[in-house]
């Protein structure tokens, strides 16, 4: 399957139920798989689900936000403006009416008008993700946060807020990836008053005991043991660690297991955390559907005017660039086939930058199923169960992953090899226009079908808002596509997929049972 460029994909977004997506903003065709495990999913203990297998699955992923590594968020509180976006147009991206707002203290809302009758998605987005798990020993408390999210506060305790949730008949739930962290509820349009109060009290009000802190802890140590039960969460935290030498990319959304463990002993952070992160100026409010402009706003001033901005944020490492090729042999311990996963660094998200566009497109060329690769590795010569590769959307720079289920494993080699090959021949014979037309159509199409309901809207909307605060990105972005070239193509084929760019990571089942793989 194949993934609408753009954000989308990779695959770890830990996320509590949902699913929706991701689809979107990452570029990139077949199958991919997730990356990591470890990203977050919300309170309980959901299924994280690494990455399925099939043939085009990917898990989950979002995308992230923007700004280049720096500080996130030191960025000085915007005047209060109020304006309207875009307006509906044909050829747009995204051809909503969308109003926008930024109140007193920092905070950004949007309306998007969408044809849903009745029904409203109320989605709140933290831009902050793993991506901003700067300090030694705490990567995975993105994640872990969001479970934390909901544990109550004195007015709503955690058996009153998902009373309410149940009374008003919504669905609700969160999730965490690299670069941000999401809590979204889909309900009826009564209901909105109800939901800005009960979501703004716990952004500002949440409490919770030590206890319940360990506890939860205990969750999170359970959601990563099952993802690592899944060969897919070993690989990507292997690719990550070993392509990353300063920046926080080098975790995955779940975090390091040490510092999983670690955990429990970390309730004086975690209220550090919450008091850094979950601020106006860091926080935007996307409300799709069945609403009127005014009562959003009258609403999210009532509820969260009150909220106050907090202390700077620290800065994000910028990761220098990698100068030789770096390979991990992993074993595992089980039956597994034999994988391979190779990552090259791409630069961070943009609206400027044709690169990125030309990126989707080559995942496009290499990785759909109609590619000649694809076809002959995986329909041809049956070497290869799934092929996949995407160019994940990104705040910072990140990597353009490849992941290959290959049947036997002395076809490791010669997988890894075609794949190279084919990189190098649209490197020298770059593509003509037809074929590159048929790839932008094809990109554009995907996008909208994400756009099919208010709430997978409110989600794609939610994915560029993480990775540049402003949801007009989105067009932005799209309109890069437009001026791609065959000449970008062979450009960035050869640009990006130098061996010295890359790592590569080989999993193959113990041989040796008794040696333990994992
Ligand atoms: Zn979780």
């Given at each position: 399957m194949r993934q609408v460029p753009f954000l989308a994909r990779r695959g770890q977004r830990l996320r509590h139920a949902v699913t929706l997506t991701w689809v979107l903003l990452s570029s990139g065709s077949g199958a991919m798989s997730s990356r990591a495990a470890g990203a977050a999913d919300a309170?309980?203990?959901?299924?994280?689900?690494?990455?399925?297998?099939?043939?085009?699955?990917?898990?989950?992923v979002p995308p992230t936000p923007a700004?280049?590594?720096?500080?996130?968020?030191?960025?000085?509180?915007?005047s209060p403006s109020q304006e309207h976006v875009m307006n509906k147009s044909g050829g747009e991206a995204f051809p909503f009416p969308v109003d926008q707002k930024v109140f007193a203290n920092g905070l950004r809302a949007y309306v998007v008008h969408y044809d849903s009758p009745g029904l409203v998605a109320y989605y709140s987005v933290v831009r902050t993700g793993s991506r901003n798990e700067v300090e030694p020993g705490k990567s995975g408390f993105a994640h872990f946060f969001e479970h934390m999210?909901?544990?109550?506060?004195?007015?709503?305790?955690q058996e009153a807020y998902n009373a309410v949730i149940k009374e008003i008949g919504a669905d609700s739930n969160a999730y965490t990836s690299d670069d941000l962290t999401v809590y979204h509820i889909l309900a009826g349009k009564a209901a909105l008053p109800r939901i800005v109060e009960i979501e703004a009290d716990r952004f500002q009000n949440l409490k919770y005991s030590e206890p319940d802190f360990e506890k939860e802890a205990r969750a999170v140590l359970g959601e990563y043991n099952k993802g690592a039960s899944n060969p897919f969460q070993k690989m990507f935290e292997a690719l990550f660690d070993h392509a990353?030498?300063?920046?926080?990319?080098?975790?995955?959304?779940?975090?390091f297991l040490k510092d999983i463990e670690n955990m429990p002993h970390e309730f004086a952070y975690s209220r550090q955390f919450f008091d850094r992160y979950y601020r106006p100026d860091n926080v935007t409010l996307v409300v799709v559907g069945d609403v009127a402009t005014e009562t959003a706003w009258d609403l999210i001033e009532k509820h969260y005017g009150g909220w106050k901005g907090g202390p700077p944020r620290p800065v994000v490492p910028s990761e220098p660039p990698q100068a030789a090729e770096k390979r991990v042999a992993l074993g595992w311990t089980g039956a597994t086939l034999p994988q391979l996963l190779i990552g090259y660094h791409t630069p961070g998200f943009s609206t400027t930058n044709v690169d990125l566009a030309a990126l989707d497109v080559l995942a496009e060329l290499l990785f759909?199923?109609?590619?000649p690769l694809y076809k002959r590795l995986v329909i041809t010569e049956q070497k290869v169960e799934t092929l996949s590769g995407a160019n994940e959307a990104h705040v910072d720079p990140n990597l353009f992953t490849i992941l290959a289920r290959v049947k036997k494993p002395e076809d490791l080699p010669g997988v890894e090899a075609a794949i190279s090959d084919e990189v190098k021949r649209l490197a020298r014979e770059g593509i003509d226009d037809k074929t590159l037309r048929d790839v932008l159509s094809h990109v554009k199409y995907a996008f909208a079908a994400q756009l099919a309901t208010a709430d997978k809207t409110a989600n794609v909307a939610a994915q560029f808002i993480a990775l540049?605060?402003?949801?007009?990105a989105i067009n932005a972005y799209f309109a890069l596509y437009d001026k791609v070239t065959p000449a970008d193509i062979k450009r960035i084929a050869a640009q990006y997929f130098a061996p010295s760019n890359r790592t590569v990571v080989t999993l193959k089942a113990n041989t040796d049972a008794k040696k333990a793989g994992r």
């Open positions: 309170p309980a203990p959901k299924p994280l689900s690494p990455a399925p297998a099939g043939a085009g699955s990917r898990p989950s700004p280049a590594s720096g500080p996130a968020a030191a960025a000085a509180v915007p999210m909901f544990r109550g506060t004195d007015k709503y305790s990353f030498t300063r920046h926080t990319y080098k975790h995955t959304t779940i975090g759909a199923e109609r590619a540049t605060g402003k949801i007009d």
